[in-house]
């Protein structure tokens, strides 16, 4: 059943006084100036996914329900608002006035307000940052949103939002991204100095046409929102760097769900694309990697079974056009799939044996059917083959220096470290002579890099190379990033227990409040 609800929504005035605490209160978080690039004035910002909105305002706090909505919002001097709405104006010397003309969920309202600065980076496009960090979003983003939003046009159909502007977040943001219309919210790891994590944001672009624009009409089926929008990105990505590339891209995120399954065992409830969410749940206790590449897999297979890529992307715009501004169940999309393809549903494609649609939706476990990655061989085999050079007891060192990874992109160089920590611990001095052989990668700006490299050198206790991981965790809170670095230290030897215990010592004020809980569950295990 599709709904669209165009109700107006207005709230008033966010009044002035000082911005004051690193305070989470639901998802209305209050970050004190250390928690901040510029570390000398704080900063306000919501995150309203998926039902912590209300935290923020009074409203209908589900994807089910859309509206417009206009905001009036004061701040102290020398601050400035920023918000997911269409058009914004200054009424005044501390007064902003935003209008989303668009019906959008109340998830997708956001709110930020700090010591911020613009630059415009495209046609239609600005990046926002604190001061300090302006010109190396600038250097980053130039040219670079376009590309993307333009391809995705070509695709999926026009881009209604009318702006595309990303707000780079404060060191202390804990998440990747956030789609929020008009404003994409995401983490400053990705300013490299080189671009090769500037493509992480076509995610958060083809939420623009698959979650924003199309929504999930309910939490137990995001996988309206994430698979599509996985499939759209690795779309995208295919016209822009080749398909080999995006092959590799899409291994890795397969490698990630049947690490999720395996922790979690292939039969648990979460593992399939319909969940039931109890009343009283939060839908974010349901997180987890399923409705992303499961998701992907399944629209994957869809396009399987129309056999014609130019068709699929001609049903896939479509669709956005049928159901644009309204929130829809898999039902709804499922029949306008058979309906949009006739031959299909003569063919009863939906109850094929062990791969009915039902079966999809509503039973857990590893996808039926797994698109082919094996173009992806040419990058991936190059890697593996370089990983193997390296866990030798004596290193081939011709062999090794006749291997050029200078034009490896970043998911190559991924692929290639992450074959090193499975393979770890490495024998003695292969790690030091590694990070000696590829300073790109073990001195990287890249953020993937890093933790890979904090990951390798604390899995083979390399104590030379341990600051790096400090510095790393100093200088950002991306969840992501950072809890895996304490699970490694809390996992190894005595000397990287005590780093971990240092580290959080002289950062657990720079953290989120999320953050910090979960490493203080980490660092003091319940039972110890």
Not at 104 to 109: E, F, K, Q, R
Not at 162 to 181: A, I, Q, T
Not at 410 to 423: A, G, N, P, V
Not at 495 to 506: G, N, P
């Amino acid at each position: 059943m599709a709904r669209d609800k165009g109700h107006g929504l207005s709230f008033g005035q966010l009044e002035g006084g000082a911005l004051v605490g690193g305070y989470s209160g639901g998802r209305v978080t209050w970050l004190a100036p250390e928690q901040t690039a510029g570390k000398e004035k704080p900063f306000v910002y919501t995150q309203g996914q998926a039902v912590l909105t209300r935290a923020f305002f009074p409203c209908f706090d589900t994807p089910t329900v859309k509206y417009r909505y206009s905001a009036l919002v004061e701040v102290p001097d020398g601050f400035t608002a920023v918000m997911s709405a269409s058009t914004w104006e200054k009424t005044g010397p501390n007064k902003f006035f935003f209008k989303m003309c668009h019906p959008v969920p109340s998830y997708l309202i956001a709110l930020a307000v700090g010591d911020l600065v613009s630059a415009e980076v495209g046609p239609r496009s600005r990046v926002w940052a604190e001061p300090c960090l302006i010109e190396a979003a600038k250097e980053e983003y130039s040219g670079v949103i376009e590309e993307f939003l333009t391809t995705g046009e070509k695709l999926f159909g026009p881009y209604v939002w009318g702006r595309y502007d990303v707000l780079f977040m404060p060191p202390s943001f804990p998440f990747g991204g956030m789609e929020n219309p008009c404003l994409t919210f995401v983490t400053p790891c990705l300013l490299t100095g080189d671009r090769s994590l500037a493509d992480v944001i076509i995610h958060e672009i083809s939420h623009s046409w698959f979650g924003n624009l199309v929504t999930n009409a309910s939490w137990g089926e995001s996988w309206l929102n994430e698979g599509f929008t996985m499939y759209a990105q690795r779309r995208i990505s295919t016209i822009l760097y080749g398909v080999a590339y995006t092959c590799l891209e899409a291994a890795t995120g397969r490698a990630l769900l049947r690490q999720h399954m395996d922790i979690t065992g292939e039969d648990h409830p979460l593992n399939k694309l319909r969940v039931k969410i109890e009343p009283g749940v939060d839908p974010d206790d349901t997180y987890n990697e399923t409705p992303y590449e499961k998701g992907f897999c399944f629209v994957s297979y869809l396009a399987h079974l129309v056999g014609d890529q130019d068709q699929f992307d001609n049903f896939l715009k479509a669709y956005v056009d049928e159901f644009k501004f309204q929130s829809i169940l898999a039902d709804d999309f499922l029949e306008f799939y058979l309906d949009y393809f006739p031959e299909l549903k003569e063919r009863k494609v939906d109850s094929i044996p062990g791969l009915e649609f039902d079966r999809w939706l509503n039973t857990p476990g590893w996808p039926p059917y797994l698109p082919d990655l094996s173009p992806g061989d040419s990058l991936m085999k190059p890697a593996e083959e370089l990983a193997r050079l390296w866990v030798t007891e004596e290193l081939d060192v011709q062999a090794i220096e006749a291997v050029s990874i200078s034009a490896w992109k970043t998911y190559q160089l991924i692929y290639f470290l992450d074959e090193i920590l499975r393979k770890s611990p490495l024998p003695s001095g292969n790690v030091k002579k590694l990070g000696e052989t590829y300073p790109a990668i073990s001195s990287a700006r890249n953020a993937e890099l890093q933790l890979r490299w904090g990951q390798i050198v604390l899995k083979n206790d390399h104590q030379e190379d341990f600051w790096k991981v400090k510095a790393f965790l100093q200088s950002q809170g991306k969840q992501k990033y950072t809890l895996p670095l304490y699970h490694a230290m809390m996992g190894g030897s005595e000397v990287a227990q005590t780093l971990a215990r240092e580290t959080f010592a002289s950062t657990a004020s720079q953290l989120h409040s999320n953050v910090v809980n979960y490493i203080q569950q980490i660092l003091e295990p319940k039972g110890s």
